[in-house]
C-alpha cells in the first residue's frame, strides 16, 4: 500500500486567502456546499482570461473565440487525464 502524507503548508500557500489572519489566528476554512476558495493559478488564469481573449467558445469566426475555444479544450484534456 502507497503511503503518502500532505504538506499542509504547501497546500496552504495555493490559496492567497489562507495567508489572512483572523482573530490573531490564520484562517482556516474548510469547504462546503456553498463555496470554496479558490487557488492562485485558477486566479491568474482567470484573470488572463478576461485580460487577454475572453470571447465565447465554439464560435470560430473571430480570433478571439478560436483562441478561447483552444483554451478552453486544452483544458478539458488536463482534466480528462486526472480521471481517465
Not at 11 to 27: E, S, T
Not at 33 to 40: G, L, V, Y
Not at 46 to 66: G, K, P, Q
Request: aromatic share 12%.
Amino acid at each position: 500500500m502507497l503511503e503518502t502524507t500532505l504538506d499542509i503548508q504547501t497546500i496552504r500557500k495555493d490559496f492567497p486567502i489562507l495567508n489572512r489572519r483572523v482573530n490573531g489566528y490564520p484562517l482556516i476554512y474548510l469547504d462546503n456546499a456553498a463555496t470554496s476558495q479558490t487557488p492562485q493559478k485558477v486566479i491568474d488564469t482567470i484573470v488572463d482570461y478576461y485580460h487577454s481573449y475572453i470571447a465565447n467558445i465554439h464560435r470560430v469566426v473571430y480570433a478571439l473565440s478560436l483562441e478561447a475555444t483552444v483554451k478552453y479544450e486544452q483544458a478539458r484534456l488536463i482534466n480528462q487525464k486526472l480521471f481517465y
